[in-house]
């Protein structure tokens, strides 16, 4: 990326309040490809590869003249030989593969780190490395397969129309290297006007199907490319109608604010129950002493019962601590409004680090609690009901079920929540980790998934510790001491209670119940 003060900026990536330095208007330049005149001498792969000063790529020999299969991060131009035969006529079609410089850019729509990429007031959309952090997120984004990560540098990595010489008046390295007069540089006005020209000589010519590629699904590009064959794109390598996929609408566009309101909602939600009903625990004097345990679950210890064995509290910790490691170390990448947060690893890099190893704890650990509480989970046929008026009964405090169990159905419902999402989110998280070595449409489906996953989860787990804490008093402690007092089983779990207990009862009045 060039720090030229003559490079004004129109848009960069995940920008809060607009990044347009709008200081002064700029044309937009264009680089204009004629592939009818295109040699394939490379002449253009070389001058790029000096220029940028690029390592040395080994060339891949596939039985084609063709350099290597697809671009690298240290190979941003590539010609491409494609040999199309049609009614016994071979066609021997070379192109210019390099990026597209969109002026609705997909890599700057999806990239999630602030000023990574960048479109200058002229057209260029540029990578800038120091705040890039290597996801891969561009590469989902972008409809012609571009942006490749360096492995040595951990960046990624894309043709910069060589922003250097252009912010200086000087033509990029390879339109300047071309012998053929295939490439030329210069506004877009002028290249596109150039183009036409070019095209109704074709025509002409008997090329009547020839056109001047310059895709308005992505708002038209910087490269202009003729095409003898334009009812054939594909032919080249290229699109047919280039679009930024679905996913970065989907997750950017939609699923953040939605993801944001929910969980604003959810926080939202759970104060005004509180003032609204309170808490519910039950009338009478709770002891002040409560006992911390490790031995085995289901036995009484004087007032208290022993809701949780040790090895179990260890396990919830565990999962609720790398869970809260992957969404604090996740939400900086999600959404810029929270990007302060990725101080606390020490930046966004980091975060993009750490991250999916946060998250491939919290999956093992959810994997272990499921297997210590599953057998308690099973749901039976009075569980159900928790989908409905159970559950609206239990918030209103109106009613306690005198068939709940160790677990209420609620309780049942939220532990296999749990491990469906897990199960989503670490599926997903993988794809997402290696974006690139997955072929589309399954990184950018991959994307929407985990953050519709995402928010799902956050907002359960807002409503989870509303109700293991301000909601149910003595909820918390049975995590952190392991046990509960008998009066509180016998109110929320009295079935429960008389199981462990071999005392009778029903559900002991609430606070509730004796201020009425």
Not at 46 to 70: F, H, I, K
Not at 89 to 100: A, F, G, I, S, Y
Not at 126 to 151: E, K, Q, Y
Not at 184 to 189: A, H, L, P, R, V
Request: aromatic share 8%; net charge positive; glycine share 10%.
């Amino acid at each position: 990326m060039s720090n030229s003060p003559q490079l004004e900026l129109k848009q960069s990536s995940a920008e809060l309040r607009g990044e347009k330095t709008g200081i002064r208007q700029l044309p937009t330049v264009s680089k204009f490809i004629d592939t009818t005149t295109c040699i394939g001498c490379k002449a253009c792969e070389v001058a790029c590869q000096e220029w940028n000063d690029l390592r040395l790529v080994s060339t891949q020999q596939t039985g084609t003249y063709q350099t290597m299969p697809t671009l690298d991060a240290n190979f941003w131009n590539l010609i491409k030989f494609r040999e199309e035969e049609r009614e016994g006529v071979l066609q021997w079609l070379m192109r210019k593969d390099q990026c597209m410089h969109c002026a609705d850019p997909g890599c700057l729509k999806a990239c999630p780190a602030p000023g990574a990429i960048v479109q200058y007031e002229n057209g260029i959309v540029d990578v800038n490395p120091d705040a890039c952090i290597g996801c891969g997120l561009c590469a989902t984004g972008c409809p012609f397969d571009v942006p490749r990560f360096h492995v040595r540098t951990g960046k990624m990595a894309k043709c910069t129309l060589c922003v250097d010489r252009v912010s200086v008046g000087i033509e990029p390295a390879c339109v300047k290297a071309c012998p053929t007069g295939c490439l030329q540089f210069g506004t877009k006005e002028d290249m596109v006007a150039l183009g036409q020209q070019r095209v109704e000589t074709l025509k002409k010519n008997g090329q009547p199907n020839a056109t001047l590629y310059d895709p308005p699904g992505v708002g038209g590009t910087a490269v202009v490319t003729v095409l003898a064959h334009g009812d054939h794109p594909e032919w080249y390598g290229l699109p047919a109608d280039p679009q930024i996929p679905a996913s970065v609408w989907l997750s950017r566009k939609l699923l953040r604010p939605i993801g944001l309101l929910a969980m604003a909602g959810t926080v939202g939600a759970a104060l005004g129950h509180f003032l609204r009903f309170g808490p519910s625990q039950p009338a009478e004097l709770q002891p002040e002493v409560t006992p911390t345990v490790s031995g085995p679950e289901d036995i009484v210890v004087g007032d208290h019962i022993v809701r949780h064995r040790l090895s179990t509290r260890v396990v919830h910790w565990l999962t609720a601590l790398t869970f809260f490691g992957s969404l604090l170390s996740g939400l900086p990448i999600w959404t810029p409004i929270l990007g302060w947060m990725s101080k606390i690893f020490g930046g966004l890099s980091v975060c993009r680090w750490i991250h999916p190893w946060f998250g491939l704890g919290f999956v093992a650990t959810t994997l272990v609690m499921f297997v210590l509480w599953v057998k308690n989970m099973r749901m039976q046929k009075t569980d159900w009901g928790w989908l409905g008026p159970k559950a609206l009964a239990y918030m209103r405090h109106s009613s306690e079920d005198p068939d709940v169990g160790k677990y209420n159905g609620g309780q049942k419902l939220f532990f296999f929540l749990v491990a469906a999402l897990a199960l989503i989110l670490v599926a997903t998280g993988l794809v997402l980790w290696f974006p690139r070595e997955l072929a589309a449409p399954l990184p950018g489906l991959s994307w929407v998934l985990h953050d519709a996953g995402f928010i799902l989860f956050a907002a359960a787990i807002i409503v989870h510790i509303y109700l293991g804490t301000a909601a149910l008093p003595g909820t918390f402690r049975s995590m952190t001491r392991g046990t509960v007092t008998k009066s509180w089983a016998r109110l929320h779990h009295p079935r429960w209670y008389r199981e462990v207990t071999g005392e009778p009862g029903g559900a002991l009045p609430t606070t509730d119940d004796a201020k009425k």
